[in-house]
């Protein structure tokens, strides 16, 4: 992340910094914001569009508002804007197999986020958004199954699409107005799913995450992180796991024996296994010095994983893990975990998961109070002088 940041900062210097941080242009500092939300799974996320609309919205958004003077109010209305039509895209336009969501729909969000800060008309956004539709590239879950992390370039593409759409519309650069529809139909592989009425608020099901792992890993890793304390004889006495989930969860984190953290991030067997061993999944686990605990790789390869026919049907979230250890299998179903819809992680769980990320980069006085402001602050704060409060060490 920092070569990157310094490479962009060569290439193309700007005006906005990240604490600590060298200068960078709006579309670098889009670049490297959308990336690093990504490197250790610190990224929200929404189930109904299977993605994170929200990562290059957010990305996109806050340089311009800080070197812009937009108050808190214009960039999370801005904010809203994007998250909303990138969430119906996902749940609209889904991806084809073999795809990954990340380099695809979400630019769409981030071209509707921008236009709306730049005070766009609706004619001049709607434009915006055919201009991206005509342009959505065809991102592969390739790198995540080979183990390179050329993956987490996805969202910073769809940040940097969705910003040139914008700006193009606004320079009056035209494109067909059936662009999105004719995408739909000819390049993605759309359901007929029913529209999500207007006055609905998708931002508000979106979730943040308690693990840093993707969201179908954390099923599996809530179940063992409530049965971690009841396995006769610690994890060392576990000679069988097995893990019954829904199948999307198996298509896209089928990942076994990970060579790489980014396989990892995407692997149901080894996601458990870290739960089960420290009892969650933080970032460092994907650290060296972790990465290949002999108990957590002897664990990972106990695991067999079967589909949950039921909750697959019914395209529910959840999973069962059955442990065998000391002659005795013990059994925990999850259904609903944090971040889930009516299951949200409160404000004083997302501030001690941003002051826990930021921890040796960031003064903590400063996170700390830069959080507080952003959860309950005062709206017509300029998103300027709140992010001038976060100090690097």
């Known amino acids: 992340m920092r070569a990157w940041e310094e490479t962009l900062s060569r290439m193309d210097p700007g005006t906005f910094c990240f604490p600590g941080g060298k200068p960078l242009s709006l579309l670098g500092a889009a670049a490297v914001g959308a990336m690093s939300a990504t490197w250790d799974e610190a990224c929200e996320g929404l189930a109904m569009a299977h993605g994170r609309p929200g990562v290059p919205v957010v990305a996109a958004l806050l340089p311009y508002a800080v070197t812009h003077g937009m108050p808190l109010s214009a960039l999370i209305r801005s904010l809203v804007a994007g998250y909303e039509v990138g969430a119906r895209a996902g749940a609209w336009l889904r991806i084809r197999p073999g795809m990954h969501v990340d380099g695809n729909w979400p630019a769409l969000g981030v071209a509707a986020g921008v236009a709306d800060a730049m005070g766009l008309s609706n004619d001049e956004k709607y434009t915006a958004l055919d201009i991206a539709a005509c342009q959505l590239p065809a991102s592969l879950y390739l790198p995540v199954a080979r183990g390179a992390n050329g993956r987490n370039t996805y969202l910073p593409h769809s940040a940097w699409l969705g910003v040139m759409a914008a700006t193009a519309a606004a320079a009056g650069v035209t494109a067909p107005g059936d662009a999105l529809p004719h995408y739909a139909e000819k390049f993605s592989a759309a359901g007929d799913v029913p529209a999500v009425a207007a006055d609905r608020y998708l931002i508000l099901d979106a979730y943040f995450k308690p693990h840093a792992a993707v969201r179908h890993v954390h099923y599996g890793a809530e179940a063992a992180r409530v049965l971690r304390d009841r396995i006769p004889g610690g994890t060392k ?104 819809p009516g299951l949200h992680m409160s404000d004083a769980e997302v501030r001690e998961k941003f002051m826990r990320y930021s921890r040796g980069w960031v003064n903590a006085a400063s996170a700390d109070k830069f959080s507080g402001m952003l959860l309950s602050g005062d709206a017509a704060t300029d998103a300027a002088e709140l992010w001038a409060l976060l100090k690097a060490y």
């Open 237 to 340: 006495s576990i000679t069988a796991l097995r893990l019954r989930i829904y199948q999307e969860a198996i298509t896209y984190c089928g990942n076994r024996a990970p060579a790489q953290p980014i396989q990892a991030q995407f692997s149901l067997s080894f996601g458990l296994a870290a739960a089960l061993v420290h009892g969650g999944i933080e970032a460092d686990v994907y650290r060296e010095e972790h990465f290949r605990s002999g108990e957590l790789r002897r664990l990972e390869a106990l695991v067999c994983i079967d589909s949950d026919d039921e909750l697959t049907a019914a395209s529910e979230r959840g999973a069962t893990l059955f442990i065998e250890a000391g002659g005795v299998v013990i059994e925990q179903r999850v259904g609903g975990i944090k971040g889930d």
